[in-house]
């Protein structure tokens, strides 16, 4: 493990904190204009998921209905009552968006992105440590008048998330600051993403503000419009 990586996931609450839970429950709030762009604004404006940490599988409820739930991993990707029994289902979902990025989403391609990004989110930096994952560190840039670290990592053919290599922008103190990517299921360009506002639940450091905006050549940011923004109410690991 990198020097920058055991720092940052010190920083987050450490390793062996994090290994002491098998999940994690969020209450959140999530908005931004891609809802709307995809047929779908306000589906996700107050609910909970619940993820597994050491496994790749998130359920958001409640889920277009009180009595439904999403079930997410990499491979499979369904809609069900709150008793299990399925109502719809699809394997293989990433092969299924479409490539006009202002096309509609239907409700199973919005459980996939909601769960791949949101599992990617809240298990960061910890994960980094697990088996396929690659994590070199950057030169440092400045930022809002800070130096920030930067590791760029490399995500295991596993793991559903928005691209596989990703970069990530630590502080002085460790915490994660800015998050980049490109979001491929969307086709619309690479995200910046901005986290903040942290607090300490379960002894796991959160930021319980998210903001994803454009990015465009040479990194620079377009901050006019927030493509999504997640606002995180209580976490619970267990």
Same mark, same amino acid.
Request: hydrophobic share 35%; charged share 25%.
């Given at each position: ?88 289902? +699809? ?10 990025? +202002? ?136």
């Amino acid at each position: 493990m990198s020097d920058l990586l055991a720092t940052v996931i010190e920083a987050h609450g450490g390793l062996d904190r994090y290994n002491r839970f098998s999940s994690a429950t969020v209450h959140h709030r999530v908005g931004g204009s891609l809802w709307k762009l995809k047929g779908w604004e306000g589906i996700l404006s107050h609910l909970a998921v619940r993820l597994d940490l050491h496994q790749q599988h998130a359920s958001h409820y409640p889920f277009t209905a009180s009595h439904l739930r999403t079930s997410f991993t990499a491979q499979r990707v369904a809609v069900e009552t709150v008793t299990g029994e399925v109502t719809a289902e +699809r394997a293989d979902p990433r092969a299924s968006f479409p490539s006009d990025v +202002r096309a509609p989403w239907d409700d199973l391609q919005v459980a996939y992105f909601a769960g791949e990004a949101m599992w990617t989110y809240l298990t960061s930096p910890f994960t980094f440590a697990s088996p396929g994952f690659e994590a070199v560190e950057l030169s440092s840039v400045t930022e809002e008048g800070e130096t920030w670290r930067r590791l760029k990592v490399t995500f295991p053919d596993r793991i559903a998330t928005h691209c596989p290599e990703q970069i990530f922008y630590f502080d002085s103190n460790g915490l994660l600051r800015r998050h980049d990517y490109t979001p491929e299921v969307i086709n619309a360009g690479p995200a910046a993403h901005y986290p903040s506002e942290y607090k300490e639940f379960d002894g796991i450091m959160i930021p319980t503000r998210r903001r994803v905006y454009r990015r465009g050549e040479g990194g620079t940011v377009s901050r006019d419009v927030e493509l999504v923004t997640i606002d995180i109410e209580s976490v619970l690991f267990v």
